[in-house]
């Protein structure tokens, strides 16, 4: 059997299975919030997340799970995981694959913003149920900091959508 | 002074405004006027505390105590949040008005310290930047929709615009770090920042048929940056501080 290499790839693709405790459908690598995998002497591994809201009181969660699951593979020696905000986080990060997992937690992804956030955006969100456009916010605040609430017209469901930032 | 103490000078009073604006807001969860704004302003709350808490850290690294020392073991003189938000939350009327007056003046300080020579305070303002959208789109929805409500709405909106607007002068209290500040590239200054916000908020205003108080009239409140404060503040800093102070260790 060959030896796995330890490369940022690989931890990259091991991270995949370390879940957003507050959407366990979205894996924090999709979501968009790991910025930065070191790998040092003795494979030490240093991995940088980016907060998502400055407020989320899931960050100290994610940072010990990861510290958690790579701390299981017994090739890589000390975990340390940073926060910084050196890469500014924002929706646009989350990839492709993302968007689905989201969606598959019953949320309406975000939309694409570039930066620029108006009440048009949020109020063009497609049903995760049933795919309409005929939808109404409802409030940009939801259950938690990265969510707001809408209406299907067309399926007569509530649901909630990722806010995009 | 120099650029040490001038930045942490200003780290304080945008914490310590963050921090106590964030308790105010949190008096409104489970008393909201309706479901959606009570968990509108029970979010801004979060927001708001966990960005202090980010400030604070970075107080922290330039050698401060920890934030949680900083935060929880003050008494009121010692704090350097501007009297606007220590006001109690009063009507709905009043904290839909602070929520306007003060989220734009912080969305006009974030935008302005997103170029901060300082690279800490830059790259947490950029985060706070996009979060704050959302709470000044809140603020504007609901001034606009009151003060165009009907006449008791206006009435009420433009009532507590007067009460707060000196109190709301008062978040741009010049301070001796000006200076330096604005020397170093780390910040605009008070003065700067006190015509960015002027000129957002006025057309925002006056579409939502309110009338800032005419500028012959205007006596900014000054003294919060520098620790005076009015009654309301300690009597909320005991209430923050309850759990802490019967048990500095206990987790939450």
Not at chain 2, 102 to 127: C, G, I
Request: hydrophobic share 35%; proline share 6%; net charge negative.
């Amino acid at each position: 059997m060959v030896e796995q290499a330890i490369t940022p790839a690989y931890i990259r693709e091991e991270l995949k299975q370390v879940k957003d405790p507050e959407i366990p459908t979205i894996s924090i690598v999709d979501l968009g919030i790991v910025t930065g995998i070191d790998i040092k002497e003795n494979n030490d591994i240093h991995v940088t997340l980016t907060p998502t809201f400055a407020g989320c009181p899931a960050l100290r969660m994610m940072e010990d799970m990861v510290v958690e699951h790579l701390s299981s593979y017994e090739a890589l020696g000390n975990i340390t995981v940073e926060t910084s905000f050196e890469t500014t986080w924002t929706t646009d990060l989350i990839t492709p694959e993302g968007h689905e997992a989201i969606k598959k937690h019953g949320l309406a992804p975000p939309k694409r913003n570039c930066g620029s956030l108006t009440m048009e955006l949020l109020e063009d969100t497609h049903c995760p149920y049933c795919d309409s456009q005929d939808t109404t916010m409802k409030s940009p605040f939801g259950p938690t900091l990265c969510r707001s609430l809408h209406y299907c017209n067309s399926c007569k469901q509530a649901f909630e959508g990722f806010k995009p930032i | 002074m120099n650029s040490i103490e001038a930045l942490k000078e200003l780290l304080y009073k945008i914490a310590d405004d963050q921090l106590i604006i964030g308790h105010r807001n949190s008096e409104w969860t489970g008393l909201g006027p309706l479901l959606e704004e009570d968990i509108a302003f029970s979010s801004m709350a979060q927001d708001k505390i966990g960005q202090s808490e980010h400030l604070y850290n970075l107080l922290h690294q330039l050698g401060e105590a920890d934030p949680d020392t900083v935060a929880f073991t003050r008494n009121a003189p010692q704090f350097h949040c501007s009297q606007l938000v220590e006001l109690p939350i009063g009507g709905y009327d009043f904290s839909l008005i602070r929520h306007f007056l003060f989220d734009f003046a912080e969305y006009s300080r974030f935008e302005a310290l997103k170029t901060s020579a300082y690279q800490p305070l830059a790259q947490v303002s950029k985060k706070f930047f996009g979060e704050i959208k959302y709470h000044t789109m809140h603020a504007n929805t609901w001034v606009h929709q009151l003060g165009k409500g009907n006449e008791e709405s206006n009435g009420k909106m433009q009532e507590s615009l007067n009460y707060a607007w000196n109190y709301a002068l008062g978040m741009f209290e010049p301070g001796p770090a000006e200076e330096v500040l604005i020397k170093e590239n780390i910040f605009i200054g008070e003065i700067a920042l006190q015509e960015k916000w002027f000129s957002m908020i006025s057309p925002l205003l006056e579409n939502s048929g309110l009338t800032i108080p005419s500028q012959a009239g205007w006596a900014p409140i000054y003294g919060g940056r520098v620790g005076e404060h009015t009654e309301h503040l300690q009597p909320l800093l005991t209430e923050m501080t309850e759990v802490y102070t019967i048990d500095p260790s206990a987790e939450w």
